[in-house]
């Protein structure tokens, strides 16, 4: 299984590529297969975002990616910071951390895992250290939290690690300025299955869209752009 799992991820990649290598702009997004997903649709969240406030938005969340690296997270594009290229943007949309917890310590007993991730002083890790790269170089930051994914096979074990984890982000985030933390579980209720893909784990291109448009209300209210009207 776990070929099976590194061979989909491989051809993934060698298809879709980190793309484009545009290194500015309006809108960043980076992260994992939750902001990834419908991309070959044209349905994924990073073109909802794009639709909905009419700017110009670049993604290069890629499936499999990590925060931190090893094993398959030393492919290009499947660690995240690698996705954000020198250069400025005004916004980068971020999300991660499942795929460093599922596949380092199989969600049971992460403690370490999410301390490297981000420490329990709520301002130290891998994940501070991403974001102060982006605002560093000029961006806002909005880290997009995952939703609840009950059923998934993969990630249900995972809920409780990632509660801590995005618990520690929020945090963060409250205390740092021109960084934000949204919970897209806010938004994508799970009960309601056609916004779910087949696997129960990720995005229907209904649940992108519902993603997109959050995160879109969201970069809005706290930039003075406003999004498109609707009709």
Known sequence: MRIFVALI??????????TPRQSSGDILVIGDSVLAWNRSGGQDVGRVIAAELGRDVVSRATLGARVQSGGLGALGGLRIPDQLPLGSWDWVVMNGGANDLAFTCGCARCDAEIDRLIAANNQTGAIPDLITRARLQGAQVLWAGYYEAPASRSFGACRPALVELERRIARYAADTRGVYFIDTEDVLDPAVLSLL????THPSPAGSAVIGRFISQEISARSGHSA???G
């Open 9 to 18: 991820i491989v051809l993934h990649v060698a298809a879709c590529g980190v």
């Open 228 to 230: 498109l009207p609707e």
């Open 197 to 200: 893909a087949a696997d129960r």
